[in-house]
């Protein structure tokens, strides 16, 4: 079964600098990666997806990389805020159709000001 | 963007209740939702796949008679908990996809249940 890693230690940078979050999984590639972020006692919030066939996505401070080779996704929120401070949790969608993801356990991300 | 909306955020039971929650998409038709757990600093756990007009798909290991799902409509999924015991509590979310192929999940706000 796919098994998905994401540091469980949490990421603490400084306002301003870009934050970088790692997604490695052990099996097949997805069909797509999604990134989520979730606060604390909240249900968490879809961000952005890649597709396999992607190497880059971009949305607006967010950018997300996907290397199938290395089976690793990057995560980066540039010029960050104390408000961007949350988990992000990756997730895998399979291929063949089968469009359930699989979440990995999130990495919590402290901005300090 | 595609909205669902649980209900109630938060319930305290005493063991050996039932508890409903709801799970509402507002503006899309949903045919499956899902239902997950959360434990602290654990990832999510998909309980069960939520199928309108048919029976739930539940994941192995969790109990079908332990949480009813039901989803009457196609925007309304229910989890009822049943004889709730403390072993119960945690953070329940439900979620669904408005039909993209993409496949990305619209998640409810969450239902932090206690049993005393």
């Known amino acids: 079964s796919q098994k998905i890693e994401q540091n469980s230690e949490a990421l603490n940078i400084q306002e301003g600098k870009t934050a970088t979050l790692t997604c490695n999984y052990t099996?097949?590639?997805?069909?797509?990666l999604q990134w989520y972020r979730q606060d604390p006692g909240r249900g968490p919030v879809f961000l952005l997806l890649?597709?396999?066939?992607?190497k880059e996505k971009r949305k607006e401070r967010l950018k997300v990389t996907f290397d199938t080779t290395l089976k690793q996704s990057l995560f980066h929120i540039t010029a960050s805020q104390p408000a961007d401070s949350a988990t992000y949790l990756c997730?895998?969608?399979?291929?063949?159709?089968?469009?359930?993801?699989?979440f990995g356990r999130g990495t919590s991300l402290i901005v300090h000001p | 963007g595609a909205v669902v909306s649980q209900h109630p955020s938060w319930v305290i039971c005493k063991s050996g209740t039932s508890v409903k929650i709801e799970c509402r998409s507002l503006?899309?038709?949903?045919?499956?939702m899902f239902w997950y757990r959360q434990f602290p600093k654990q990832s999510l756990m998909l309980m069960a796949t939520s199928n309108e007009g048919s029976k739930a798909t539940y994941e192995q290991g969790v109990e079908k008679d332990k949480f009813l799902i039901n989803h009457a409509s196609l925007t309304l999924s229910t989890l009822t908990v049943t004889s709730a015991h403390p072993e119960d509590s945690s953070f329940y979310i439900c979620s669904a996809n408005p039909g993209t192929s993409t496949g990305e999940l619209f998640f409810g706000e969450g239902s932090r249940l206690t049993v005393l």
């Open positions: 890649i597709r396999e066939n992607e």
């Open positions: 099996n097949y590639s997805p069909a797509y």
């Open positions: 503006d899309f038709q949903a045919t499956t």
């Open positions: 997730a895998l969608a399979p291929p063949g159709g089968s469009y359930i993801p699989t």
